[in-house]
């Protein structure tokens, strides 16, 4: 057991999370037990009860009922100070008058606040904090203080400063601490313009969780002023949060181009309570006009049609932003379309550049889609056998590429895969994709054909377990089997994190025999990025010459790299804002200078959990880490409510934590100290306080059960009063 480890403070997103702990091991004491279960000499006091005060009359909650006199000082000196936090908390905190959460996850004991912002991090001063500003009214917002959300938290927001008339606030909500859920809003005066809503795919920090979304709260506030939400193209890190963020934000106009409109459409199909959303389709390079600021759009080549960059005049200059995007060129040349594209832009006066990061650390210029898709039509064209195609359904340009090539050589194609089968009848309802009826058959007309005749286009390029070619590889697929007539080309790099599923894949495919062509045992290129690299990169940067820039989408050492590559490229570093999610950034003195703001807006990120979506699922999965890495142990004590004796021995159940069979001794000695602590604490005691004896069961178990095991499975007790 390495103490450091288990003691340091577990960070979920941008929480500060606090772990169960029984209290006398807050400083790494451990006690110890003797045979009988007492506590041996040495060992850290146990804890004095903390029974509740009565009420004061007329039914007021005591301010500090139940702390301890050092409890007391901190919230007194919360109060003395008057001070703000300076990011949005959301931790626990019991409901007055409601029952006291029995969870052995506690927070922390009391312990002296260290300095700064980490003192007001303490839960135990919450609710003097919560009193504080109510009194003072300072440095709250009215709205924010005490707000109760989701009935087990309160939350707070800081009070941002006023926009002043001359300056410009750019704030990124989500995108630029991790690749997905972008989105930025650009405020000037009255009018809000928001780029980008995109939802971002849970990671080993958010066990469970569906989709994290950007938080949204600076906009909920401000919702009369948003004129647009503009979407630069149809992929989820910039789609995704549409059907869960639109209501809250009141349904302001969608701009976007048709295809993008057409697929937010069709996802927006899957929720049909929410109101009717209101598109506003823009093709070519129009302006759209609103109080104080106006927007234009261009073309941009990327990984799927119709995407578009943005344009957003500005008194001072305009702000630029392409979304994802690269360069249509031939050998590091871009095209004249490119050209022409960009130089448009070039003669404007550029104020603010925003762009995307994603591919920063590959040199030079990324492969051409075009180079990509003739190398895999005349894969098409030259297998003799059945060929899978697997590849990323949001590639839809590559998806044409493939129907045309197969109708070419007359070859029929079956589509595996609900998102894949979406992607191609949206392309072909916006007559993106055309193909002659006929050429797309059912996968249970496959095998009217001879094999080299068919070619069948698949989800799971990146072995996710549900996808199409996952269930060809296992044999779990309906009406397919591979076997060793079968070519199965992968048209997909491999996302980060999924390299052992894609392994999997591939070592299946294998076990049937089955061809494999994949990008790094390829000869000629078949998958390309869809963003540029740093040679397109640099590219840009030359062409727009803004005066400010702020790289976004990215993790946070990308978006550095981008900063000095503008550098590199003769931008003064005070022009450069490297921004984290919710960072105020201004450009301010009519377009003088940019800066950022002290305070930040709310950005705790919104997690998509089932039905449930909400900002206030840290304590959900804090337990749901624990229980992976712990397990849970759950006590069931009968206590005869007279003399608080136990009725039998108690009963236990655990899972994950230890092979209980095998542990019979731990049992046997687990149950002696629950009979102890519990009959120890009911002495004297009328009539018994369930919820402070379960307290004292919880400590004395966790305790001893790390001393046995080093490990700290969530103890649940249940007492039951006979
Ligand atoms: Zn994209
Ligand atoms: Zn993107």
Avoid at 517 to 528: A, K, L, P
Avoid at 540 to 561: A, E, N, Q, V
Wanted: contains cysteine; proline residues 6%; hydrophobic residues 35%.
């Amino acid at each position: 057991m390495e103490p450091q480890r288990r003691n340091r403070n577990r960070r979920l997103g941008r929480e500060r999370v606090y772990i169960a702990r029984p209290s006398g091991h807050l400083f790494g004491r451990a006690p110890s037990f003797g045979a009988d279960g007492s506590i041996q000499k040495g060992s850290p006091a146990p804890l004095r009860p903390r029974f509740e005060a009565p009420p004061l009359a007329g039914g007021a909650p005591r301010p500090y009922a139940g702390r301890s006199r050092f409890q007391r000082r901190y919230a007194s000196a919360d109060t003395r100070t008057g001070v703000f936090m300076t990011s949005s908390f959301s931790r626990p905190v019991p409901r007055p008058g409601a029952a006291r959460s029995f969870s052995p996850i506690r927070r922390p004991a009391v312990h002296p606040p260290t300095s700064g912002a980490d003192r007001f991090a303490h839960p135990l001063s919450r609710r003097a904090r919560t009193h504080t500003s109510e009194r003072t009214g300072r440095g709250f917002r009215a709205a924010g203080v005490g707000e109760r959300d989701s009935g087990t938290h309160i939350k707070r927001l800081v009070s941002i400063p006023p926009l002043k008339e001359d300056a410009i606030r750019v704030i990124c909500l989500g995108g630029v601490e991790e690749v997905g859920r972008n989105m930025t809003l650009i405020e000037f005066r009255n009018d809000i313009i928001v780029v980008d809503m995109g939802l971002q795919f849970n990671d080993s920090k958010t066990p469970g969780i569906d989709f994290i979304l950007p938080n949204t709260k600076y906009l909920e506030e401000r919702k009369d002023n948003i004129r647009a939400v503009l979407i630069t193209h149809g992929h989820l890190d910039h789609i995704g949060g549409i059907p869960y963020l639109m209501e809250r934000l009141g349904n302001p106009p969608i701009y976007t181009r048709n295809l993008t409109a057409l697929m937010v459409k069709k996802r927006q199909e899957e929720f049909p309570y929410l109101p009717p959303l209101d598109i506003k389709i823009v093709e070519g390079n129009g302006r759209v006009k609103f109080k104080d600021l106006s927007i234009r759009f261009f073309g941009v080549s990327h990984s799927i049609p119709d995407c578009m960059g943005i344009i957003i005049e500005t008194p001072y200059g305009n702000i630029v932003t392409p979304g994802d995007y690269k360069l249509d060129h031939v050998d590091g040349v871009p095209t004249e379309e490119e050209e022409e594209t960009y130089n448009a832009l070039a003669g404007d006066n550029n104020l603010l550049l925003l762009t995307d990061s994603t591919n920063v650390e590959n040199p030079g210029f990324s492969t051409p889609e075009k180079l990509v898709g003739d190398n895999l039509a005349e894969i098409v064209r030259t297998t003799k056998t059945r060929l899978i195609v697997s590849m990323f359904a949001s590639h839809i340009v590559r998806i044409g590429r493939i129907l045309e090539a197969t109708q070419l050589c007359n070859k029929k194609v079956a589509i595996e895969g609900r998102s894949m089968r979406n992607n191609v009848d949206i392309c072909i309802a916006a007559g993106l994709i055309k193909v002659k009826d006929g050429t797309i058959i059912p996968s249970t007309d496959i095998a009217n054909y001879p094999p080299d005749r068919i070619v069948v286009l698949a989800t799971g390029a990146q072995g996710d377990e549900f996808a199409a070619l996952t269930r060809l590889a296992n044999k779990s697929h309906k009406q397919l089997r591979l076997s060793e007539h079968d070519t199965v080309l992968l048209s997909a790099s491999i996302v980060p994190g999924n390299e052992k599923a894609v392994q999997d894949l591939k070592d299946n495919i294998a076990r049937h025999g089955a061809k494999i062509i994949h990008y790094r045992t390829s000869e000629v290129y078949i998958h390309s990025t869809g963003h540029g690299n740093r040679g397109e990169m640099e590219w840009l940067h030359k062409k727009i010459k803004s005066k400010f820039f702020i790289p976004i989408h990215g993790t946070h050492y990308m978006l550095r790299l981008h900063a000095e590559l503008a550098e590199d490229l003769g931008m003064q570093k005070a022009n450069i804002v490297v921004p984290d999610n919710s960072m105020i950034i201004e450009i301010q003195g009519g377009g003088k200078k940019i800066t950022v703001l002290k305070e930040k807006a709310p950005n705790g990120p919104l997690m998509v959990d089932g039905f449930a979506v909400g900002d206030m699922q840290e304590v959900v999965l804090r337990d749901r880490q624990m229980l992976a890495e712990e397990g849970m142990f759950v006590i069931i004590a009968s206590i005869h409510s007279g003399t608080g004796k136990l009725k039998k021995s108690p009963d236990i159940i655990s899972r994950g934590f230890v092979y209980l069979r095998e542990s019979q001794d731990l049992l046997h000695q687990t149950r002696i100290i629950i009979k102890k602590t519990i009959e120890d604490t009911t002495q004297g005691m009328h009539p018994i306080n369930f919820d402070y004896v379960k307290e004292q069961v919880t400590d004395a178990v966790s305790r001893y059960l790390f001393q046995k095991t080093a490990k700290r499975p969530i103890v649940i007790p249940v007492l039951l009063g006979v």
